[in-house]
C-alpha cells in the first residue's frame, strides 16, 4: 500500500539540507507521498531507505513496451483516477484482431488493410498500432506463419494471443527481436508462457477469472522474471468490463502492487456499432490495449478519435500557429473567412473550404486555442485582434476587394470590424458545415 508522507520522513536523513529543491525533508516527503517529485531528487538516502521507499518512489503502474523501433508503444505509468486531475499521459494501443484460420491470402489481405487505418484529424495523423494475431486454430506452426505474415503485411507490432504456450514460443520466435505482446489465455498455462516471455524478452498478458485470481498470479509472472506484465481480468462485456478495468486503476493507484501493470480489454460485441462503443468505452476508461474485430474505416475513426480525444492535454489547448492560410490556388478575387486558431475551429473550417472546391484565405487569430464563441466571450476574438491579425497578414494587398467573411456566431463583430479595419464585413454560416454552400452561392468579390 502507498507511504504516507510521515513513514516517508522517518526514512529522510532529517538535515533539512534543501538540495532536493525543498525547505525540509518533510515537505520533500509530502510530495514524494502525493507522488510528484521521486526519490532520487535526494542525494542522500541511505541505500537501506531506498529499499524501505521502493514502494513508494515506483510508479503505481508499470510501463510496458510493445514493439520496437518506429512500432514502439509504451503503455502504463499513468497516475490519475481522472484526466481532469492532470493528464493521461500514453495513449491506449488499439489492436485489430486476425485469425490465423483465415488462408494467407485473406489474412495477407486483411493485415494489410490494418496497416492502413490511419486518418488525418485537426493536423494530426491517428491510426491503429497493433495487429492481433488469435490462435484460433490451435496450431503451433501455422499460428507462427499468420504471425509473420501479419507483421510483415500490417508493418504494425504485434500482439499474440494463445491458450498455449508452446505455440506462443513458435510465434514469438518467428517475430524474434520485434517484442510482441505475448497474451496467453488460459490462466493455468500462465507461468510456462512466462518463462517463454522471459526468453524472447518480451512483456505477458495475463488473463485471471477474477481481479483476485489475476492478483495471486502476477506475483508469480513477476517471480518468474517477467517484470512487464498486462492485465486482462477475464471479463468480457462493456459492463462487467468497465467495472473490472474502474478497480483495477482505482487499486493501482492505491499502491496495491500485484494490480500495478496497464490492462488489455477485449470488444467482443457481435453488433459491428456496438463493438465500436465498447472499444471506445474501454478508451476511456482504462484500457492500456485494446482490441477489437472493428476493422473498417467508419468503426475505426471514432474509436481512433476517442483516443485523441482522451490523451490530449485538458490543460492546454491544441491551436493551430495564428497566421494567414491560403487553401487552394488563391487569388485577388478570393474569399477571406476568419476564424479562432483553436484547432478544431481552423480545420473545420479548412475542411469544409477544401470540400467547396472554392480558393479561400483563412485568417486564424490567436485567441490562445480557444474556440469561435469562448474567445469572443473572454475578449480574445473581438474588432481589434482580428483587425490587426488581418493587418500582419498583409491582406489590404492580399484581397483588394477588402471584404472579410466572419462566423454567424459573432456577427455582433461586424460593425465594430468595418470601423476598426475600413474593410467590408459579410456574415457568414454559423456553422462551418454551412461554408461549402456560401461560399458557391452567396460569396461575391
Ligand atoms: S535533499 Fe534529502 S536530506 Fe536534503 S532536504 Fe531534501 S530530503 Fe532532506
Known sequence: MALTGLEIYKQLPKTNCKDCGFPTCLAFAMKMAAKQVSLDKCPHVTDEAKAALESASRPPIQLVTIGTEDNELKIGNE????????RFHRPAGVAVRISDTLDEAALAERAEKIGCLAFERVGTTIKVNLVAVDNESGDAAQFAKAAEVAAEKS???CVLISAKADNLKAAAGALSGKRPLLYISDPAQAEAAAAVAKDEG???A???DDLDALAELTPKIAAAGVEEIVLD????????TLEALTKIRRLSLKSFRPLGYPA????TDPDPTMQVIEASTYIAKYGGVVVTDAADAWQMLPI????QDIYIDPQKPVAVEPKLYEVGEVGAESPVLVTTNFSLSYYSVEGEVEASRVPAYIISVDTEGTSVLTAWASDKFNAETITAAMKNAGLDEKAPHKKLVIPGLVAVLSAGIEDESGWSVLIGPKEASGLPSYLKNQWKP
Open 79 to 86: 497516475t490519475q483516477l481522472f484526466r481532469h486531475e492532470e
Open 304 to 307: 481512433l478519435t476517442t483516443r
Open 233 to 240: 481480468p477475464g471479463t468480457r462485456g462493456l459492463k462487467p
Open 155 to 157: 508493418g504494425l507490432a
Open 206 to 208: 495475463v488473463r485471471g
Open 202 to 204: 518480451c512483456p505477458l
Open 264 to 267: 488489455i480489454a477485449f470488444a
